[in-house]
């Protein structure tokens, strides 16, 4: 649906990258090996979006660090179109209620990362229904077109585990 608003695939994986997780800060050649795309491609849009006030710049050494400016007017509707688009908004109405005891849901993968994919990786934490989680998950597959994998922590194995809390976005908390 994005894609037919905006026809730039470079400006959609932009959004993604910098709405969907807007802790997110990039450099251009970075975003180059990301993105598998030109740097003039890349900078073209940057430089749209800068101008535009959606990104705002910090300059690290000789490098141009982008990230997301929070305080533009349209950074909250943007951020929804893009959670929209993604099918966020749909795991957290439709997967959360009913899993029990949750205590946090994480966005992790490629998608945590502002790739766009066709599998949204979870991290569920808390005490779940794991029988309504199957059939929801179902569900939620069907109406967003994409597949989603989760992993099931208990508050204490997900407080022992090694996870690395920059690539997780938590979208829900109790």
Excluded: C
Excluded at 106 to 125: N, P
Aim: hydrophobic share 40%.
């Amino acid at each position: 649906m994005l894609d037919v608003l905006i026809t730039s695939k470079t400006r959609i994986k932009l959004l993604l990258k910098f709405f969907l997780n807007p802790n997110t800060s990039s450099y251009l050649r970075s975003l180059e090996s990301e993105f598998g795309e030109s740097t003039n491609a890349i900078r073209l849009e940057l430089n749209r979006m800068e101008k535009a006030g959606m990104l705002q710049t910090i300059m690290e050494g000789n490098k141009k660090i982008f990230s997301v400016n929070r305080g533009h007017p349209l950074f909250v509707d943007v951020q929804r179109i893009v959670q929209k688009y993604v099918g966020v908004d749909i795991i957290v109405n439709n997967i959360v209620r009913g899993l029990g005891d949750l205590k946090y849901v994480y966005l992790t993968g490629d998608i945590a990362r502002g790739i766009d994919s066709s599998v949204i990786d979870l991290i569920l934490v808390g005490d779940i229904n794991r029988n309504y989680l199957t059939e929801t998950i179902q569900k939620a597959e069907a109406l967003i077109s994409r597949k989603i994998r989760y992993l099931i922590y208990t508050e204490d194995e997900f407080s022992k585990e090694e996870v690395n809390k920059q690539q997780n976005l938590l979208i829900w908390t109790k």
